[in-house]
């Protein structure tokens, strides 16, 4: 059934706290029903590289209140009748290791949850106001900006 505003609410989070196993559960949780043949997990964690740089960590600010709705507005999207869908996105500062962002997806089959994902990783990129900072070792750091996904 179609996502009613109040469980998009319940699926869409930006958040302090850390997107850990017991995170992941309480994310599937919120997708997985009985008709769900297909669930996918995705998990964007903070690598130790960029474009030949060390990274050491990750700082997400966001502008808090848009990018929640923005969260929920996605989420309302691309949730159907057969897909169900979560994004919980972290902001502060990030270790590398550490999940930034767990998007979830339940459907009978598997090209719709993995279609749905995909879906809403590009959609969070173009249109959540969500910024990263990359701090490098050795005491630099810059803001970065959003590449598409290819």
């Not at 059934?1 to 995170?23: G, K, N, V, Y």
């Not at 994004?87 to 290791?97: D, P």
Request: include cysteine.
């Amino acid at each position: 059934m179609p996502a009613l505003c109040s469980e998009a609410s319940a699926r869409a989070a930006i958040t302090t706290s850390p997107l850990d196993h017991a995170a992941c559960d309480r994310i599937l949780n919120s997708v997985e029903d009985d008709a769900s043949g297909a669930v996918v997990l995705f998990s964007g964690n903070v690598r130790n590289h960029h474009q030949g740089r060390t990274v050491e960590a990750i700082t997400y600010t966001a502008y808090e209140a848009m990018a929640q709705q923005r969260l929920e507005r996605i989420v309302e999207e691309l949730s159907t009748d057969t897909v169900t869908v979560a994004i919980h996105h972290r902001i502060g500062r990030l270790e590398v290791g550490e999940s930034s962002v767990v998007i979830a997806t339940a459907s009978p089959h598997r090209e719709e949850a993995y279609a749905a994902s995909r879906q809403a990783l590009e959609r969070l990129k173009a249109e959540v106001p969500i910024w990263k900072r990359e701090h490098y070792h050795g005491g630099e750091s810059r803001w970065r900006e959003e590449e598409a996904l290819g």
